[in-house]
Nanobody
Framework: QVQLVESGGGLVQAGGSLRLSCAAS????????LAWFRQAPGKVREVAAA????????EYADSVKGRFTISRDNAKNTGYLQMNSLKPGDTAVYYC?????????????????WGQGTQVTVSS
């Protein structure tokens, strides 16, 4: 069983930056695809970014491409999401999740483990 704990959320002004962390406990972190999802009030949960087991492949939603960077440190069992040039539209609860899939999947149903979420609020 894998447990995930996110941290690093908060309130930031538009144009600012935040770095989210996702600490995993349990076996075989390096064998899972890691993704960051987000859910704004009244909206469906959507994937923001995903990274392969070894970190060599990444994918981003069009809305965050060029502003967000996903990474992972398998030695530390930790994933990260660096968010720059934040916009009010980025306001959401951010969740990290792990999937046993071989590819970078965007469907939330493909993810086996989820963190509790961390709130990111971007003021204008």
């Amino acid at each position: 069983q894998v447990q995930l704990v996110e941290s690093g959320g908060g309130l930031v002004q538009a144009g600012g930056s935040l770095r989210l962390s996702c600490a995993a406990s349990g076996p075989a972190f390096s064998r899972y695809v890691l993704a960051w999802f987000r859910q704004a009030p009244g909206k469906v949960r959507e994937v923001a970014a995903a990274i392969s087991w070894t970190g060599t492949r990444t994918e981003y939603a069009d809305s965050v491409k060029g502003r967000f960077t996903i990474s992972r440190d398998n030695a530390k069992n930790t994933g990260y999401l660096q968010m720059n040039s934040l916009k009010p539209g980025d306001t959401a609860v951010y969740y990290c999740a792990l999937s046993r899939a071989y590819g970078l999947v965007s469907e939330s149903s493909a993810y086996d483990y989820w963190g509790q979420g961390t709130q990111v609020t971007v003021s204008s």
